[in-house]
């Protein structure tokens, strides 16, 4: 199993006749070693009852810390992925079939990602121009009252902002935009003739954990490419929400 530079299964191979728990094996094992970015076997010892990690093999979906699993690295040594093998009974063969899988240097494929400075660049835009449209009378005072959340081209939480009786129910509805944003890559509001039950793409919103597929979600954009995704919850009306997350997305744009 490969995961990618953002954690998620980019291709896994089961041979015939092997029984069908070695694939989540293997990919537990890869996500453990790309997510601590360090073999997966060095991460046991973390996880044991008493020690400082224990209980973190429960967490993404069951990480697997045990032998074959390392992280695929290009010419720049930078890690870019990482390899898990599973289902010969042996760890020692997991390790060296999977030594084998990342010995020879990948070519540089840097990962393009929305940062942590983008992200807060980017919420402090959708925060004033929340106080902008309050204090012009656009918007009621509640509509200043933003949520926030950016994710990376991963659709991983890299940011979160919830103003100050923000309602709490939008934290959740704020992430679920932003990962929908990511993951499909487009404006997500001008999908919901498409969601509706007997539409092509209905159901897409039950994917992934679930999706928040309507208004104030929009893919981030540097030069071209998708490296993140933006969700806001406004308690305001559904245009606004929008306006709220372009104005995010426009300041990440122009930040770059």
Known sequence: CIVDGNGNTKAYYRMDGSIRIVTSYACGKARAAWLTQMPSLNLYPYILPGASMFSADNIDNQ??????????????????????ASGSYNGAVDVNVTAVAVASPSPVN?????????????????????????????????GAQVTVAIVDAGANLVSLF????????????????????????????????????GAPA???????????????????????????GIGVFAETDTATENTLAQAAAGAIAAGQ
């Open 63 to 84: 990480l697997v810390p045990y032998n074959g699993a390392l992280l695929i690295r290009d010419t720049n040594n930078r890690a870019i992925a990482a390899f898990g």
């Open 110 to 142: 840097p990962i393009l990602n929305v940062n942590l400075a983008q992200a807060l660049a980017g919420t402090q835009a959708a925060i004033t121009a929340a106080q902008a449209l309050t204090s012009g009378g656009l918007i009621g005072t509640r």
């Open 162 to 197: 919830r103003g100050d009786g923000g309602a709490v129910g939008g934290v959740d509805a704020a992430i679920r935009k932003a990962k929908a944003a990511a993951s499909i890559r487009v404006d997500v509001s001008g999908l919901t003739a498409f969601i509706q039950p």
């Open 202 to 228: 209905y159901s897409i919103q039950f994917t992934n954990g679930g999706l928040v597929m309507n208004s104030g979600a929009v893919p981030v954009m540097v030069n071209g490419k998708v490296v993140g």
